[in-house]
């Protein structure tokens, strides 16, 4: 064979294997690339479920259309970032609430304190185009403070206060699809946990639909259920929270 062919013809091989490697590269950098979101968000509440503090229990049952007569404030927001296979995100949520519960036998009315945060780190693997599930945790603080008046249990009346900061370890999944429908997307988010490590048991769930206006905008709308057992002490130290806050939200996203 000719040198000149040969050398071509090994030239050609390289330059074949020089792109191909540059071409895996490229789709590998696109595999690997992140997206990020970052998504401020309401929710509506409405509050069902007994409270104890100092070992003094109370029933609460807020609706949404009440629950703007008990909140300070609120403060709650979303992050995520995700590559084609994986999604790391951390949610956010603060309420300060002030309201009116019942005591139990004698129907008494009490003042109630409450301030919640909670912060959900979550990771998930993608095992479908339209399914992930992964593992989390939910870091959950509480403080209450009851005012009993004159004539209920204790006389002429006093306050109690009590605070609890407990984990909870989560079990998360998500499936999402537009269905064909451009600029759409719906989804259901859920994740139970707690185990009796934190809680004895919480679970969360939340379907939804968002509409993408433009490469970096979109607007959620979801209706989120947000159920919470956990109890600490007993007797006179007991603090209790068996509570499910429910209601519709709505989300403002950011996409980069």
């Given at each position: ?43 509506f ?9 100092k070992g ?25 970032a ?12 603060y ?78 999944a ?9 600029n ?6 859920g ?39 956990y ?26």
């Amino acid at each position: 064979m000719n040198k000149n062919i040969f050398f071509h013809i090994l030239f050609i091989l390289f330059f074949i294997n020089l792109s191909t490697n540059s071409l895996a590269q490229e789709e590998a950098e696109k595999t690997k690339k992140w997206n990020f979101t970052v998504a401020p968000y309401f929710i509506f509440p409405g509050m069902t479920g007994d409270v104890a503090v100092k070992g003094i229990p109370m029933s609460i049952d807020a609706s949404v259309g009440d629950i703007f007569d008990y909140l300070d404030f609120a403060f709650m927001i979303y992050g995520e970032a995700s590559t084609d296979k994986w999604t790391i995100g951390l949610d956010a949520l603060y309420m300060k609430l002030g309201h009116q519960a019942n005591t139990p036998i004698t129907e008494r009315t009490v003042d109630l304190d409450m301030k919640q945060w909670a912060i959900t780190p979550i990771g998930m693997y993608r095992f479908a185009p339209w399914a992930e599930a992964g593992l989390g945790g939910r870091i959950n603080h509480l403080s209450s403070g009851v005012k009993i008046p004159p004539g209920d249990y204790i006389l002429p009346g006093t306050d109690f206060s009590g605070e609890s900061t407990w984990f909870d370890p989560i079990i998360v999944a998500r499936v999402m699809d537009n269905f064909g429908a451009e600029n759409w997307r719906f989804g259901l988010y859920g994740d139970f946990g707690g185990f009796g490590v934190g809680s004895k048991f919480t679970w969360q769930a939340y379907p939804f639909v968002g509409y993408r206006f433009s490469k970096l905008f979109e607007l959620d709308l979801a209706y989120r259920w947000l159920s919470i057992d956990y109890e600490k002490g007993e007797g006179t130290d007991l603090l209790k929270y068996d509570m499910l806050i429910s209601g519709p939200e709505i989300g403002f996203l950011f996409h980069f």
